[in-house]
């Protein structure tokens, strides 16, 4: 049949997995989706799906409920896809992003396989003008630490961040290693941590700066991902402008059982940042 991708003899021994140890205190469900996991890293080609429920069942002698299970949390994660039809594949290179929760940039990466890195382009002390003055509550001409970071999968540009912070924050920003999660550094060594966020996302055209650092041709179709995070006291903390490849990354929302659409803004408006 046209499109229908086969799983013969040769792709099932080569996905061979090992034995599961059912003494093991860990679920037989979790070791089957770590398991699958390592497979996946290892390099299983995009173009062939990985063996159905059926011959994964044969090959572990677990049940249909508890490969579903496994397979399903891969999907979920964003390692595996369905294709309805086809079969299950290894999903293409995009990573998939919560749009609430507190997953790092860096864990949610490493969960997906893949080898984070962050490159600092920029980190200097500005003054703020006008509009940064009101959004951020300070004074015009206050500074900030203007923070510009290169966010990368594998040594590939995934998105590029343009951050303004308030010096008085965290007068130490300046001289800070800033290549890990900003937001740790917040909580951590500054002890403002990050409550919350109002996020707002829409498609531009990559151009200047950031069509070069995402290396992408002008006008290429990405995505502006505009943040206002607050500490404590709902005081403004930073704001960022992300602009994102979604050839390389996708957000991911879920939608909480008798929510409506604005019930949801409002909820992901009043839920804690992704640490970043």
């Known amino acids: 049949m046209y ?60 049940s249909r409920m508890t490969v579903r299970q496994a397979i399903a949390e891969l999907v979920h994660a964003g390692m595996l896809r369905r294709d309805h039809g086809r079969g299950t594949f290894v999903s293409d290179s995009r990573i998939s992003r919560p749009l609430t929760g507190h997953a790092t940039f860096r864990d949610v990466v490493q969960r997906q396989g893949g080898t984070p890195s962050t490159r600092v382009v920029r980190q200097k002390v500005v003054t703020a003008n006008a509009a940064q003055a009101t959004i951020l509550q300070i004074e015009p001409d206050e500074e900030l630490l203007h923070l510009v970071r290169v966010r990368m999968v594998d040594g590939d540009p995934i998105m590029v961040d343009y951050t303004h912070v308030p010096l008085r924050v965290c007068p130490g920003l300046p001289s800070a290693d800033l290549s890990g999660s900003l937001y740790e550094y917040l909580g951590n060594m500054c002890g403002v941590p990050a409550q919350y966020s109002l996020d707002t996302i829409e498609a531009v055209a990559a151009s200047g700066e950031v069509a070069e650092l995402l290396e992408v041709p002008e006008t290429t179709p990405i995505l502006l991902m505009r943040r206002l995070a607050r500490t404590i006291g709902s005081v403004p903390l930073e704001v960022t402008d992300e602009f994102v490849r979604p050839d390389r990354c996708l957000y991911r929302v879920e939608n909480p059982s008798g929510f409506t659409g604005l019930d949801l803004v409002e909820r992901i408006h009043s839920t804690p940042v992704e640490a970043v």
């Open 3 to 62: 499109g229908v991708h086969l799983v013969n003899d040769e792709d099932i021994q080569s996905f061979d997995i090992g034995p599961l140890d059912p003494a093991d205190p860990v679920p037989l469900y979790q070791q089957l989706r770590d398991r699958l996991r390592v497979k996946l890293t290892e390099g299983w080609p995009h173009d062939r799906p990985i063996p159905s429920e059926r011959q994964i069942m044969q090959m572990t002698g677990l």
